[in-house]
């Protein structure tokens, strides 16, 4: 019976949202939930000023002008109401309080107006019954699904239906020696006469809007969470992995899994900071966390800056790719660039009073862009032959007291834009063939 009820529940509502959604998705939320209160406060006040044109353009038959007249001062008042929770609604967040007597205000004035047209017509009180001003009240419980709370939208659709059967009571019981319920329709569209038929269909009409609207916005609020916390997670994701990749992640038209990939030609960087171990090893760990963050900090603004993506971190180590994950035509020469920018940065700069001379690799060639690992834990990365090789040539720098080499692909795409030696040819493992090894110019 339970699971019964949790798959109609599920099949109406949508699937629920986890309980424990994060403080900062919350406070986004109730963010959106403020912008939503102002633009229905504007809806408000454009309502009151037409309902006031309304009433200034209406007939009104022989009414005295000194004769007490309930309408100008009921949209007096709902009007400074109005203007006032329209101000307080850019100042601060408006408590439940507030915002439910809105609602009975709104409907108040609503069924008030409705109410009067029988003195303002001098006619019987059956007569505001048929009045088409009824309709507004549905306008009154939609702009309520703005906030995405469908308590408000339930308050007001049940304050309409007891409002409209005060109204009906007020009719049968105002001239009890003057019976006015007929079951003829004719007399009912041509008389005075009213139909409780009628009414009934008006407050059902009511109650389901009420209802389908409340449906609609739980569904709504519920997409709208999750949607909310997808965002928080990507946000947060894009902390650990860069944006592009953790774009490529939550756009992905299917769940990513273990083995997904595509190959690309693109240029890799690794990047290894000389001695690096020596210099951690007099740092307490809160010295090393500090250092590292100062220097990566600027890596990061430089490889940002050239287009590149840090596809891994490993210590001191990092991978840099060019048109891995975004296009880039200009890799290889953006791929340089950005070697000769880390170099100079690492000779001339200080991280937390200490200097990290950097190492680069460069390679061009095929990869393969992707997931690896287990169902349950993937990493997204690239491998490939020439990512073997970028690693293999940083390493090389330490017999060559070198901090830049390239492989020849990318020698050959930049060699016009930057002058390069010849170094050697070196053998990879696992390859067969040499690779010729290369050095740009690097100017003091």
């Known amino acids: 019976m339970l699971t019964m009820i949790k798959k109609l529940q599920n099949f109406l509502f949508g699937e629920p949202v986890r309980s424990t959604i994060p403080a900062r998705v ?55 109401f109005t203007v006032t929770r329209l101000l307080l609604s850019y100042r601060m967040s408006l408590p439940h309080w507030l915002l439910t007597l809105s609602v009975f205000m709104d409907v108040a004035l609503l069924m008030l107006m409705i109410w009067s047209f029988h003195i303002q017509y001098e006619q019987p009180p059956s007569f505001y019954l048929k009045a088409p001003t009824i309709m507004y009240v549905f306008i009154f419980i939609a702009m309520r699904a703005l906030r995405f709370e469908p308590r408000y939208i339930m308050i007001a659709g049940m304050t309409s239906i007891v409002g409209w059967l005060v109204l009906v009571g007020w009719v049968i019981y105002s001239e009890p020696g003057n019976p006015m319920i007929t079951r003829d329709y004719i007399a009912y569209m041509t008389s005075n006469s009213i139909l409780i038929g009628a009414e009934i269909d008006k407050m059902v009409s009511i109650f389901l809007v009420t209802a389908v609207l409340c449906i609609a916005v739980i569904r709504s609020r519920r997409a709208f969470f999750r949607a909310a916390i997808e965002q928080s997670a990507a946000q947060d994701l894009s902390r650990f992995v860069s944006k592009e990749v953790a774009e490529r992640i939550t756009s992905a038209d299917r769940q990513i899994q273990a083995g997904d990939g595509e190959s690309r030609v693109a240029s890799i960087i ?139 692909a990318t020698h050959l795409a930049v060699d016009t834009d930057y002058p390069c030696e010849f170094i050697c040819e070196t053998q990879v493992k696992g390859r067969a063939q040499a690779v010729k090894v290369y050095a740009p110019t690097i100017n003091s």
């Open 26 to 80: 919350r406070q986004e939320i109730e963010a959106r939930q403020g912008e939503s209160e102002r633009l229905i406060s504007w809806v408000q006040f454009v309502l009151i000023v037409l309902f006031g044109v309304l009433w200034l353009l209406s007939q009104r038959v022989n009414m005295n002008a000194t004769e007490f007249q309930v309408v100008p001062l009921a949209l007096s008042a709902y009007f400074v």
């Open 270 to 408: 690794f990047t290894d900071i000389e001695g690096f171990s020596s210099v951690s090893e007099n740092m307490t760990a809160q010295e090393l966390a500090k250092t590292l963050n100062d220097y990566f900090g600027t890596m990061g603004e430089i490889i940002d800056q050239f287009g590149g993506v840090i596809t891994l971190f490993e210590g001191d180590l990092m991978l840099i790719t060019f048109n891995a994950v975004q296009d880039d035509p200009d890799h290889a020469q953006n791929a340089v660039q950005t070697a000769l920018a880390i170099e100079k940065a690492a000779r001339t700069q200080m991280f937390n009073g200490v200097m990290l001379k950097t190492r680069c690799g460069i390679n061009t060639g095929e990869i393969t862009v992707g997931a690896v690992g287990a169902q349950n834990r993937l990493v997204f990365t690239v491998h490939g032959d020439s990512v073997n090789i970028a690693a293999r040539l940083e390493q090389l720098n330490k017999e060559y007291g070198t901090y830049i080499m390239m492989g020849e």
